[in-house]
């Protein structure tokens, strides 16, 4: 009876982790939207780095507030997490830089796991620029050791964030990996 309850109980998780609808799965190409971005080794490991700007209409306190409520939810089809708490040295940073009066007002963290279950990070830092616009820079760097290729996921993950009807349609300006030639 205890194996046929724990075999029930992995089925429920893997239909749970199959449902995932920001994964670029298995297949290469990955015929997925915005899997196209595939990076090969840009950190050592595949990474992808991005830039957003939300404009003067978005402040940070409301991008921020926002993004944590989108990755503390888990997103909307589970796969993502928001990252606190201290590590194992005991550092537990606040997300929150405004009282060191700099451009970056705050910090944050998640993650985000793929139907494959890999666990890749997120990091995210929201500043003010000279010309007063909010600017998200995003960060996905695979979370597996020797992951030199992504299939497009990191791109993937950011995007499908952005769109799940948190900031639908900003414009994403590659930074760094992302296969960005």
């Known amino acids: 009876m205890a194996v ?8 429920c998780a893997t239909s749970l982790v199959a449902a995932n609808n920001s994964s670029c799965g298995p297949k290469e190409p990955s015929p ?16 992808c780095f991005v830039d957003v700007s939300l404009g003067t209409k978005i402040s940070p306190d409301t991008a921020y507030a926002t993004l944590k409520g989108y990755l503390a939810a888990n997103g909307t089809d ?6 606190t708490g201290p590590d194992s040295a005991g550092h537990n940073p606040s997300d929150d830089l405004r009282q060191y009066n700099i451009p970056w007002k705050y910090i944050l963290q998640g993650t ?6 890999y666990v890749d990070k997120i990091n995210i830092n ?9 600017v998200l820079r995003m960060g996905s760097v695979a979370g597996i050791h020797g992951a030199l290729g992504d299939n497009g996921q990191l ?12 900031m639908p ?10 296969g960005k030639k």
Do not use: P, W
């Open 4 to 11: 046929r309850l724990f075999m029930l109980a992995a089925l």
């Open 32 to 47: 997925v939207k915005d899997c196209q971005n595939v990076d090969l080794g840009t950190c050592g490991n595949a990474c």
């Open 78 to 83: 589970g796969s993502y997490s928001y990252v």
């Open 112 to 117: 985000h796991t793929t139907t494959g279950g």
């Open 126 to 134: 929201i500043r003010v620029d000279e010309n007063k616009n909010t």
């Open 155 to 166: 791109y993937k993950t950011m995007r499908y964030m952005l769109d799940d009807g948190i």
């Open 169 to 178: 349609g900003l414009e994403m300006t590659m930074v760094s990996g992302c």
